[in-house]
T-cell receptor, first 116, second 110 residues
Framework: DAGVIQSPRHEVTEMGQEVTLRCKPI?????LFWYRQTMMRGLELLIY????????DSGMPEDRFSAKMPNASFSTLKIQPSEPRDSAVYFC??????????????FGEGSRLTVL | QKEVEQDPGPLSVPEGAIVSLNCTYS??????FMWYRQYSRKGPELLMY????GNKEDGRFTAQVDKSSKYISLFIRDSQPSDSATYLC??????????FGTGTQLKVEL
């Protein structure tokens, strides 16, 4: 079974440009999470969805960030306009409906974003 | 003050050593405690899971939770070079919203 699939794996862009990161969760998982990881702050939860509905977006840094989940198999995280301080690795994770383990997340391999 | 504190390391040990990794936390509502392992350029993967206080053992790995001290540990026995990774503690009060530590980088040398 394929894991969580993220694209692109690497993105280098210039300040002010729009960035769109994409995620395909594991089939059958009903929760999807977007995290950002930096050396200084570690893993930070940006937003998570249950059954395609945003539940908590309190971690989204500011209005430049937006996330959508139009269906159970696809989500996007958009940054517009991008700034150098957005440089980080962005992870998507999904969690299964049937999991009895609170906190069992399955992570993708991440999208490494560099904003010049 | 962060809710979860974790020494970033790096921690370097010889092969076969016992490794101790630790986290402290401040939120008394945390009930679920996890350790994730993250290899370089990869996403984190769940390694150990513990509910409330106590110990849990899985092969060479032992997770301990002391809620009275708000302190959790991961022990690795007979460490191997393949254990070289970053270890992240994570915890929650229930549900899937996790608070992660910043991770401890471990290197096991031959």
């Amino acid at each position: 079974d394929a894991g969580v699939i993220q694209s692109p794996r690497h993105e280098v862009t210039e300040m002010g440009q729009e960035v769109t990161l994409r995620c395909k969760p594991i089939s059958g998982h009903n929760s999807l999470f977007w995290y950002r990881q930096t050396m200084m702050r570690g893993l930070e939860l940006l937003i998570y969805f249950n059954n395609n509905v945003p539940i908590d977006d309190s971690g989204m840094p500011e209005d430049r960030f937006s996330a959508k989940m139009p269906n159970a198999s696809f989500s996007t995280l958009k940054i517009q306009p991008s700034e150098p301080r957005d440089s980080a690795v962005y992870f998507c994770a999904s969690s299964p409906r049937t999991s009895q383990l609170s906190g069992e997340l399955f992570f993708g391999e991440g999208s490494r974003l560099t904003v010049l | 003050q962060k809710e979860v504190e974790q020494d970033p390391g790096p921690l370097s040990v010889p092969e076969g050593a016992i490794v101790s990794l630790n986290c402290t936390y401040s939120n008394s509502a945390f009930q679920y405690f996890m350790w994730y392992r993250q290899y370089s350029r990869k996403g984190p993967e769940l390694l150990m899971y513990t509910y409330s206080s106590g110990n849990k053992e899985d092969g060479r790995f032992t997770a301990q939770v002391d809620k009275s001290s708000k302190y959790i540990s991961l022990f690795i026995r007979d460490s191997q070079p393949s254990d070289s990774a970053t270890y992240l503690c994570a915890m929650s009060g229930g549900g899937n919203k996790l608070t992660f530590g910043t991770g401890t980088q471990l290197k096991v040398e031959l």
